[in-house]
Every structure is written in C-alpha cells, then in structure tokens.
C-alpha cells in the first residue's frame, strides 16, 4: 500500500499534521532569517535579546487578554520541566490532579513528590475526562486544558469554594488554539511547539497575583529549591525580559512571528474559530462514514486541536498513515501508548482547514484502495 499514489489534487498543499512539533509557516522561518542575525549567537542579557523577548511576552499578553496583575512568565525547559517547577515552588501541601491523558498523568507523579503529601489524583476511563471535586487541604487544583496523546478537552474554570486554592492549566497543545478566560485561571502554562508553532526549549505561563504570592511564599519558606526549577527565579527573570540561562531563541523568534499573525488576524478568537473549524470538517467525516469513528464518544469532550479517529477492524490505520506518509503527509500515526487503530490529527492555529479537506480526501482515496 505504500507505493499507492494519491492524485496530486487530492493532496493538501501541505502535508504536517502532527501534533508537536507542529507545522511552521514560512513566514515564520522568513522572520528567523531576516531578524535572527540580529540576536542569535549575541548576548542573552543584552537589548536586542531582552528586547525580543519583552515583544514575545507583550505580545502573549495581547493575545491571552490577560487581566490586570496576571503576568507573563517564562524559563527554560519545556512542561516537563515546568511540572517538577511546579512541585518545588508552586504546591504548597498537597495537589488534585485530573487525569484522562498523558500529561495530566506526568504531573500528577511530579505532584508526588516526597517533600509533599500524595496527590489526591482522579482518573478518567481513557477517551473521556474527569472533573475536580473540592476537598479539604487542597492548595492547586490541576488539569490539561487539551490532552495530546487522546484528542480530550477541558474547560478551564476556576475552583469554586476553596478560595485559598490555586487554578493550574496545563495548555501545551491548547495555548493560542482553544479560546478561554485567562481571569479563570491562576496558571495558565505551556510549551510553543504546537498552536503557537514554534520549536522547544521553553516554558511559559500565565501567573495571577495569587500564584506570584504563592511561589514568592514558599521561596521564603524555607523549602529547597534548585535555581534551575526555581518559579521565583523565573519572575524574577522574566520581569527583566530574560531568562535564567540562555533561551533558545530560534523558539522566541519562530512563536514572535506566530502571534503576531494571529493577534493580527483576529486573536484568540479567530484562532479559536480556525481550529474549531478544522477538527469538525474530521469529526464529521468520521460520522459520516462506515468505517470510521471518533474516538471521544461525547463531543462536548472531543478536542478541536488534536483529533483522534478509530477505524473499525476491516481497515488497517497504519496502512493508512504509511501510505500518507509515503505521500507526503506525515505524522498522523496515534499516540504510541494507546495501541489503537487509529488516525491522530493536529488541527492546530497554523494548519489551513483546507488542507484538513484535502486530508480527507486523500484517506477516503486511500481506504478505497485498500485489500485491491
């Protein structure tokens, strides 16, 4: 089946559908060449460098509509580094944890860290997700606004009658893809290699005053802390438009450009829009077809970010995607640890919802083909 050839008009124009790292507009890699010899190979601590990423986080700000007092933060690493952040300098005593995907599954062992008490964690049947419940001695109350690896979304909503409590959203694959309130969350965090489409190397966040005292409280506390999982360092840094070590600024440079076409398009709402867009011309065709079926059962679940598609017994999905592949459409394999016969699709900000058609067209092209 690999060496079928899909009609060229039923390919997209382009082929990247992964789920990160995420497709790259070439005018993102134009503003990396034509700006990066200013800043990259120079000074971290300088004003070209500083001054990029006081634009990144300006603008992140705008895009985010970030109330008053809520700040733009940023380190090195990626989420992974941002959960034992989190651990160190962020739960105080103890945190809830959501779990229904990977990510909320990383965080929640992160949040079980000796030094606190055992996460109180709520696990979701996969293909579905789980919700908070208040409970006495809870400090944060923690879940993936998006889960990657199984196409299930979240809102984000602050906890309700636990007022002493922090709201922590992990929104790697939803950050700049899936419209929310910023005002309902006290950490809004994520790393820009997916809506944001940029490379790794970077963590940021969106802190409320309330979470700035929280990490500023516990750095006083007593509590040890390494500089480099330190939050205090990163607002302190950050508040001076750098990071603690060197940033990777091909990333900086790469996600400037992105939100700057996305607050000039529309913002958070037009992306919002775009994405939500292409993740139902999917799910309907999933609907539509014999063959084929959203992994979500409910849609008020399903993700309009990354989507995930099971096939029924009579077609292979890896056929399909090696076929795409040798097509010149790639990443649509499913998250490994499933183990399903299924498609995973990123319909992320920077993916044209025609190409999403085109998608389409090009599996239905695929499965007839099939067994022939």
């Given at each position: 089946m690999a060496d079928l050839l899909i009609p060229t008009d039923l390919l997209p124009l382009d082929g990247r559908f992964g789920c990160g790292p995420s497709k790259i507009r070439r005018e993102q890699l134009d503003h990396l060449l034509g700006f990066g010899t200013g800043v990259l190979g120079t000074s971290h601590r300088q004003a070209p460098v500083k001054d990029l990423v006081g634009r990144v986080r300006a603008g992140l700000g705008e895009l985010f509509r970030i109330p008053d007092g809520y700040e733009v933060v940023l380190g090195n690493g990626g989420s992974t580094a941002f959960w034992d952040a989190a651990a160190f300098s962020l739960i105080e005593k103890r945190a809830q944890n959501l779990v229904f995907g990977e990510?909320?599954?990383?965080?929640?062992?992160?949040?079980?860290?000796?030094?606190?008490?055992?996460?109180?964690?709520?696990?979701?049947?996969?293909?579905?997700?789980?919700?908070?419940?208040?409970?006495?001695?809870?400090?944060?109350?923690?879940?993936?606004?998006?889960?990657?690896?199984?196409?299930?979304?979240?809102?984000?909503?602050?906890?309700?009658?636990?007022?002493?409590?922090?709201?922590?959203?992990?929104?790697?694959?939803?950050?700049?893809?899936?419209?929310?309130?910023?005002?309902?969350?006290?950490?809004?965090?994520?790393?820009?290699?997916?809506?944001?489409?940029?490379?790794?190397?970077?963590?940021?966040?969106?802190?409320?005053?309330?979470?700035?005292?929280?990490?500023?409280?516990?750095?006083?506390?007593?509590?040890?802390?390494?500089?480099?999982?330190?939050?205090?360092?990163?607002?302190?840094?950050?508040?001076?438009?750098?990071?603690?070590?060197?940033?990777?600024?091909?990333?900086?440079?790469?996600?400037?450009?992105?939100?700057?076409?996305?607050?000039?398009?529309?913002?958070l709402e037009w992306a919002s829009a775009r994405t939500q867009a292409s993740s139902s011309v999917l799910y309907d065709w999933a609907a539509g077809v014999d063959y084929a079926t959203p992994f979500v059962a409910d849609p008020t679940h399903r993700s309009q970010v990354v989507v995930t598609i099971d096939f029924n017994d009579a077609i292979d999905a890896s056929a399909i995607s090696k076929t795409l592949r040798a097509n010149g459409i790639v990443d649509t394999e499913p998250y490994r640890k499933l183990g399903r016969n299924q498609l995973r699709i990123a319909t992320f900000t920077a993916i044209d919802p025609e190409d999403v058609k085109k998608l389409v067209a090009s599996i239905e092209h695929v499965v007839a083909h099939l067994g022939n």
């Open positions: 990510f909320g599954g990383k965080f929640a062992k992160a949040a079980a860290a000796p030094w606190l008490e055992a996460p109180d964690v709520i696990k979701a049947d996969t293909g579905s997700r789980s919700d908070f419940v208040v409970r006495d001695g809870i400090d944060v109350y923690a879940w993936p606004q998006n889960e990657t690896s199984t196409g299930v979304m979240a809102p984000v909503t602050r906890v309700a009658g636990d007022a002493g409590a922090l709201t922590v959203i992990d929104a790697t694959s939803a950050a700049a893809g899936i419209d929310f309130d910023a005002s309902q969350a006290d950490v809004y965090y994520f790393a820009p290699q997916k809506n944001l489409a940029s490379d790794g190397g970077l963590w940021i966040a969106l802190f409320s005053p309330a979470a700035i005292e929280r990490v500023e409280r516990i750095a006083a506390s007593g509590r040890y802390i390494p500089e480099f999982l330190s939050l205090k360092n990163a607002v302190d840094n950050s508040r001076l438009n750098q990071t603690l070590n060197t940033p990777a600024l091909s990333t900086l440079l790469l996600m400037e450009n992105q939100i700057d076409w996305i607050n000039q398009s529309g913002g």
